[in-house]
């Protein structure tokens, strides 16, 4: 072989070494690393559609939580009365046709507003509300409903105990007072294998208080009365000890929730804080030791 065409030869094995480098870099090693990305990040919560699964449902100045665990489904409150035909549309998004529990932690419009257009929809299971009748439209409206469906208004006692799947709930706190509602509030303890979660209502400090011997260390917090400076104590907070805070409450609002007294308790004790006011819908997802959070856009609030 003559010496130029060696030369040829050798430049072109040493073009097909590169060429050959560069594929097994680019189709193992590259993507080794992509995956061991993604392995990080999914490590923090290990996919199941068994999980458990809350959505902080972003209804404006009002509450709405749906809860889910495996093939059932527990809803706490829901919203005004303009958010309820909203909601539903958005459930049966979701392929709900059922809710196992429904609870309307008080009779305030802001809470039980959809409640009507919930029951008119949905077969429901179980239905939990303060015994503290008022005169309102809404509340008649949520009376009517559950009337027409022949589902039983309940009102559950204190230390009571229910559950989704192997998600489990504990009453901590539910009032007669009907000169103050918010009073009334039923709270509301979740634990699901080694996580808890509190859901206050809009229950003040005088609930927060009379609940305060109870076990109320939770590593998430559904604050109280949308952040107003009439819940949240110091020692109230001190007790619970969260990780997190969900606060629901609506842009620009008149009462000027969240108080900037409530969210500096909060940041002072060193809680990331999550609100639908400036982050939509917030799902929160499970797998019993680690948390995952997600903001999603949904239409679902009606003011």
Do not use: C, W
């Amino acid at each position: 072989m003559k010496k130029r065409d060696k030369k040829k030869l050798l430049n072109l094995i040493i073009v097909l070494v590169i060429i050959l480098g560069s594929y097994i870099y680019t189709n193992y090693f590259e993507k080794e690393d992509i995956n061991k990305s993604t392995t990080s990040v999914e490590q923090t919560i290990n996919v199941s559609s068994d999980n458990l699964k809350i959505y902080f449902l972003d209804v404006g100045q009002a509450d709405s939580i749906l809860i889910s665990k495996g093939n059932e489904y527990a809803l706490i409150d829901a919203g005004n009365n303009e958010d309820g035909q909203l909601l539903v549309q958005y459930f049966k998004s979701l392929g709900i046709t059922k809710l196992n529990y429904v609870i309307g932690t008080h009779a305030h419009e802001d809470h039980i507003g959809g409640m009507d257009d919930i029951i008119n929809n949905f077969s429901i299971e179980k239905f939990y509300m303060p015994n503290a009748i008022t005169t309102t439209k809404s509340f008649e409206d949520v009376l009517d409903a559950l009337d027409a469906h022949q589902v039983k208004f309940e009102t559950p006692k204190i230390n009571d105990e229910f559950s989704l799947n192997d998600a489990n709930f504990q009453v901590l706190h539910v009032g007669t007072n009907k000169n103050d509602l918010n009073e009334t509030s039923i709270v509301l303890r979740l634990t699901y294998k080694n996580t808890s979660y509190l859901f206050m209502g809009d229950a003040p400090t005088s609930v927060e208080n009379d609940i305060m011997s109870e076990n109320i260390k939770s590593d998430v917090l559904k604050v109280g009365h949308h952040g107003s400076q009439y819940s949240t104590s110091d020692t109230f907070l001190k007790k619970v000890n969260p990780k997190y805070a969900i606060i629901e409450v609506g842009k620009n609002n008149i009462y000027n929730h969240p108080k900037e007294v409530t969210l500096n308790k909060l940041k002072k004790a060193g809680v990331q804080v999550y609100r639908t006011d400036l982050d939509g819908t917030i799902l929160l997802t499970s797998d019993g030791k680690n948390y995952n959070f997600e903001k999603i856009k949904t239409n679902i609030n009606g003011g």
